[in-house]
């Protein structure tokens, strides 16, 4: 499931400032980076199965691994994770709306503090990735 038009995909932003606003929301910089890439997540553990909060980016500038980038923002999306075959996003999946609900939160948290911080961060249009 993905949540467009959040306002998320217009932010370009240093990636030490967004580091500090996704770890303020319980977003983790995971296993999932390169150099020119970074996805943060927040995990959700509820009886129904495991859901992932996922919050793409990639550098438009410097690199991500020297913590010097500058991160173009895209749409963020949920997915469920299956054992052993991983994290699902298909439109086939059913999503807990209360998950959905806490996801859209979390978003909007997250934007609010970005222009917060640095409301230049948000462009009319966000670059083509």
Known sequence: MEFI?????????EQQLL???????GLVLGGHWDYERVTYDFKF????????LRMPGYAVEGDVGANNATIQMMDPYLGKHYYPTGVEYGEDEVF???IVKMCQDIIMKVVDDIKVVSPESFKST????
């Open 19 to 25: 580091q500090d606003v996704m770890n303020k929301h």
């Open 45 to 52: 553990d509820i009886p129904e199965g495991i859901y992932y």
């Open 96 to 98: 807990p709306e209360r």
């Open 5 to 13: 038009n959040s306002s998320l995909e217009t932010v370009v932003v």
């Open 126 to 129: 966000p670059h083509n990735a």
